[in-house]
């Protein structure tokens, strides 16, 4: 089977992990535990035996984020659909092994394990992974503001969307502050070699519709560590925003939904006034 198929058919049926190492995350597992504060201690490469999969809330959900044949991807295993799968992980304790169908091996692969950034706290007590978690690899995912105007309002809220909900189970804060992404950004890079960044936000009562703190947010991550950051919002109605944020170096805009009622003045972009 050739890998495109194979990753498009595993996101499709999702896995069910067999013969699990302690610590990963089987079908039906409770979510992990709180991280401790303090800095990360382990055998071998110094991460916990413990494996990045979410369950519920907002991201990727239900998923765990593998590697096989060379590309990290994200693979439903918490689904009703994932407990019924055809495809089955066989894994050593260090979460590494093969991917089997109907009993012929197809792929190696191996869980990304829990970053040691994980273990850590702020100068101010939030765990890090309230502030930011890691997506795939090397990507390091925040959402800035965890509310969000359409969320509140449940017959305009977008129906794919649970912002709200990792907030409730008390798996992250509202608002994440520049010095906090900053100093948790830097931490990821230099203990889990992350490589670029990934901000998004809720929508709030306010003409930049989000657009000022996510500037302000990537700066606070390039006065610690020169990563490229992507900034993700509901576009607001004037796009000077994006510029008068005085744009931080290396960060991309990207607008997150069609709720625009202007025409982007980008040469390529399809968006269209609603
Ligand atoms: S605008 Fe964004 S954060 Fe708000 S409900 Fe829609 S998807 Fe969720």
Do not use: N
């Not at 499709?12 to 990963?24: H, N, V, W, Y």
């Not at 197809?106 to 890090?128: C, E, M, N, Q, W």
């Amino acid at each position: 089977m050739d890998t495109q198929t194979l990753i498009t058919e595993l996101q499709s049926f999702g896995l069910r992990l067999a013969e699990a190492p302690e610590g990963a995350p089987e079908a039906g597992a409770a979510p992990p535990p709180e991280p401790a504060s303090g800095e990360a201690s382990g055998e071998g490469d110094g991460r916990r035996a413990a494996w990045t999969s979410r369950r519920g809330g907002a991201g990727p959900t239900q998923h765990v984020a593998a590697t096989l044949r060379g590309a990290t991807v994200m693979i439903p295993i918490h689904t009703d659909q994932a407990a019924a799968s055809p495809f089955v992980a066989r894994l050593g304790r260090d979460g590494a092994g093969t991917v089997e169908r109907d009993g012929q091996e197809l792929a190696p692969i191996a869980l990304v394990k829990t970053p040691r950034f994980y273990a850590l706290s702020t100068k101010d007590g939030i765990p890090y992974p309230k502030i930011a978690l890691l997506h795939g690899a090397d990507v390091l995912a925040s959402t800035v503001l965890q509310t969000c105007i359409r969320y509140t309002e449940r017959e305009k809220a977008c129906t794919f969307c649970a912002i709200g909900q990792s907030l409730a189970a008390g798996r992250t804060i509202a608002k994440k502050t520049p010095e906090q992404l900053g100093e948790v950004t830097e931490a990821a890079a230099r203990l889990d070699g992350v490589r670029h960044v990934t901000l998004t936000t809720g929508t709030p009562r306010s003409a930049d519709r989000g657009a000022a703190h996510l500037a302000d947010c990537a700066r606070g991550i390039k006065a610690r560590v020169d990563l490229p950051v992507q900034a993700q919002c509901e576009p607001p109605d004037d796009f000077a925003w994006f510029e008068g944020c005085a744009r931080p170096a290396s960060t991309a805009w990207a607008c997150t939904s069609r709720r625009s009622r202007t025409r982007c003045a980008r040469p390529r972009c399809r968006a269209r006034p609603r």
